[in-house]
């Protein structure tokens, strides 16, 4: 049974930093794309960032560019997203989610299996 | 203000068949697959369509997803009261981002 889980989330200061972390289980990690979707309570979904199949790209919505860094440990079945310079507007529920197909290359927005959401809540 | 335009709300009776739609720009819709989800409340989303037409294993032949020009659309046949939901339009975008419709709350009458 494919399984993802996140954690890390919380409540932290404004300009501070947080590392997301995504554990995967019941499927070959190393073989699929990777991404962070996050939404705010009662809000839509948004495209945070993407990992192609063997960590060689690294894609990054407009909002979080060169604030955040995705990556990955495919000896840990592992995906992170590391969040600097965090802003009241990265409050939101973040989500983990596969690649449908294998040997993506971090672009193909077909998630078939999520995680539950890891809130986080940047307030002073 | 989202990069791809749904309406806010939809609505049908019980076997009716719906549409939603999704209107993009030739940097998104116009140039690139389009995926849909469904969210029910309190959960994580659900894909229904991906590449613009393709189901997922496991999802009913009354989503059918389809594209022409800037525009998609989903439509769901056959309309039951658990398909009461939010769905999502996806599409990928040449500023090397992901991006999504505001959502569309579908109301089953």
Redesign the interface.
């Known amino acids: 049974e494919v399984q993802l889980v996140e954690s890390g989330g919380g409540l932290v200061q404004p300009g501070r930093s947080l590392r997301l972390s995504c554990a995967a289980s019941g499927f070959a990690f190393d073989d699929y794309a990777m991404h962070w979707v996050r939404q705010t309570p009662g809000k839509g979904l948004e495209w945070v960032s993407g990992i192609s199949w063997n960590g060689g790209t690294t894609l990054y919505a407009v909002s979080v560019r060169g604030r955040f860094t995705i990556s990955r440990d495919d000896a840990k079945n592992s995906l992170y997203l590391q969040m600097n310079g965090l802003r009241a507007e990265d409050t939101a529920l973040y989500y983990c989610a596969k690649d449908i197909l294998s040997g993506g290359g971090g672009s193909d927005l077909s998630f078939d299996y999520w995680g539950q959401g890891v809130l986080v809540t940047v307030s002073s | 203000q989202?990069v791809l335009t749904q309406p806010p709300s939809a609505s049908g009776t019980p076997g009716q068949r719906v549409t939603i739609s999704c209107s993009g720009s030739s940097s998104n819709i116009g140039v690139n697959?389009v995926?849909w989800?469904q969210?029910l409340p309190g959960t994580?989303?659900k894909?229904l369509i991906?590449?613009n037409n393709q189901r997922?294993s496991g999802v009913p032949d009354r989503f059918s997803g389809s594209k022409s020009g800037t525009s998609a659309s989903l439509a769901i046949s056959g309309l039951r009261s658990e398909d009461e939901a939010d769905y999502?339009c996806?599409?990928?975008d040449d500023?090397?981002?992901?991006?999504?419709?505001?959502?569309t709350k579908l109301t089953v009458l």
Request: charged share 5%; glycine share 16%.
């Open positions: 989202s697959y995926y989800y969210q994580a989303p894909l991906y590449r997922p999502y996806a599409a990928w500023s090397l981002s992901g991006v999504f419709g505001g959502g």
